[in-house]
């Protein structure tokens, strides 16, 4: 029998490199078109076909293009093999990627990391946006954010923060199309959860923390639970929290603190001790602590998930048990 050809030996589609790089599939057809970074051989003369050879000068490009070298310019040294020490750059968000942590589903989930920021440090918003989409469609929104989008932006942010302020426009980018991507993956409100049921989820960070995002993949993944929300997002006063809990008679709070300066135990005890009900049968809300500010500090009876699959477990069991 046979065996089946290699992908070294037939060659990776349009799509599957897209992927690879961190690009649109539009941007490769546009730089084959242009600037003549093609694939040499076309299978059947017309569909494209990227051979080892193709991949390389499109890796030497997209480093270039990456760093702010122009398109043209970057062609002719793809083209002709040269560096460029622009291309340096890039190489820093690479090895941010590396320090963000070990990624348990192998390889094709690395290369999606190091593809998403290739794609954010070249301020390519519609590759970002693909990018981001088909992460959360092959892997669902647990997985998605992570070992895709949150990795990504770890190594991002730090690249911003060794960098003296440098790049810290391709962190907003990345930042409001991972926001963009997790609120269209959130199911709208579930239907009649004010109406007698258990009390919602609260989500709030923090007075003075800034940092929303990982409770935005959170509000996601319990609205795919039908585990109704209260989404309150950045630097809630803790007046407005502790209204809003005495109010709402949530089943239970999440209290993200990004930094161990915002984390104050005393607020959440405060949240933990709030009461609401008739008299005789008052009831108080479960807290969660989430984030990495509140380590280092234990809090007998306020748990602290470990991440996003164990928070959407431990709420959903309370939720139920409501």
Same mark, same amino acid.
């Given at each position: 029998?046979?065996?089946?050809?290699?992908?070294?030996?037939?060659?990776l589609?349009?799509?599957?490199?897209?992927?690879?790089?961190?690009?649109?599939?539009?941007?490769?057809?546009?730089?084959?078109?242009?600037?003549?970074?093609?694939?040499?051989?076309?299978?059947?003369?017309?569909?494209?076909?990227w051979?080892?050879?193709?991949?390389?000068?499109?890796?030497?490009?997209?480093?270039?293009?990456?760093?702010?070298?122009?398109?043209?310019?970057?062609?002719?040294?793809?083209?002709?093999?040269?560096?460029?020490?622009?291309?340096?750059?890039?190489?820093?968000?690479?090895?941010?990627?590396?320090?963000?942590?070990?990624?348990?589903?192998?390889?094709?989930?690395?290369?999606?990391?190091?593809?998403?920021?290739?794609?954010?440090?070249?301020?390519?918003?519609?590759?970002?946006?693909?990018?981001?989409?088909?992460?959360?469609?092959?892997?669902?929104?647990?997985v998605?954010?992570?070992?895709?989008?949150?990795?990504?932006?770890?190594?991002?942010?730090?690249?911003?923060?060794?960098?003296?302020?440098?790049?810290v426009?391709?962190?907003?980018?990345?930042?409001?199309?991972?926001?963009?991507?997790?609120?269209?993956?959130?199911?709208?409100?579930?239907?009649g959860?004010?109406?007698? $049921? @258990?009390?919602? +989820? *609260? #989500?709030?960070?923090?007075?003075g923390?800034?940092?929303? =995002?990982? &409770?935005?993949?959170?509000? %996601?993944?319990?609205?795919?639970?039908?585990?109704?929300?209260?989404?309150?997002?950045?630097?809630?006063?803790?007046?407005?929290?502790?209204?809003?809990?005495?109010?709402? $008679? @949530?089943v239970a +709070? *999440? #209290?993200?603190?990004?930094?161990?300066?915002?984390?104050? =135990?005393? &607020?959440?005890?405060?949240? %933990?001790?709030?009461?609401?009900?008739?008299?005789?049968?008052?009831?108080?809300?479960?807290?969660?602590?989430?984030?990495?500010?509140?380590?280092?500090?234990p809090?007998p $009876?306020?748990?602290?998930?470990?991440?996003?699959?164990?928070?959407?477990?431990?709420?959903?069991?309370?939720?139920?048990?409501?």
């Amino acid at each position: 029998m046979s065996e089946s050809p290699s992908p070294d030996d037939t060659g990776l589609t349009t799509g599957a490199l897209a992927r690879r790089l961190g690009v649109a599939p539009t941007t490769l057809r546009s730089w084959d078109r242009r600037y003549g970074i093609g694939p040499a051989v076309r299978a059947d003369g017309r569909h494209r076909r990227w051979r080892p050879g193709d991949v390389a000068v499109l890796e030497t490009m997209c480093r270039l293009t990456s760093s702010g070298v122009p398109p043209a310019e970057a062609a002719r040294a793809a083209r002709a093999g040269a560096s460029h020490p622009a291309a340096e750059a890039v190489g820093a968000v690479r090895e941010g990627s590396r320090a963000a942590g070990a990624l348990p589903l192998g390889g094709d989930v690395r290369q999606e990391c190091r593809g998403l920021a290739r794609a954010a440090v070249r301020l390519d918003a519609p590759a970002v946006a693909e990018q981001l989409a088909g992460a959360v469609e092959r892997h669902g929104l647990t997985v998605a954010w992570q070992e895709v989008m949150a990795p990504t932006l770890h190594a991002v942010g730090r690249r911003w923060t060794s960098s003296g302020d440098r790049y810290v426009e391709v962190e907003h980018l990345l930042s409001w199309h991972v926001s963009t991507t997790l609120r269209r993956a959130t199911r709208a409100a579930v239907p009649g959860d004010a109406a007698g $049921g @258990p009390g919602p +989820v *609260v #989500l709030a960070c923090v007075p003075g923390e800034q940092h929303t =995002l990982p &409770l935005e993949a959170l509000n %996601a993944g319990l609205g795919q639970r039908d585990v109704p929300t209260r989404m309150f997002g950045a630097a809630v006063p803790a007046e407005a929290l502790t209204a809003a809990v005495q109010r709402l $008679g @949530p089943v239970a +709070v *999440v #209290l993200w603190a990004q930094a161990r300066s915002t984390a104050s =135990l005393a &607020l959440a005890r405060h949240v %933990a001790d709030a009461r609401w009900g008739v008299s005789g049968a008052r009831r108080t809300p479960a807290v969660l602590l989430g984030g990495p500010g509140w380590t280092g500090r234990p809090a007998p $009876g306020l748990p602290r998930p470990t991440g996003l699959g164990d928070a959407l477990e431990t709420l959903s069991g309370v939720y139920d048990a409501s």
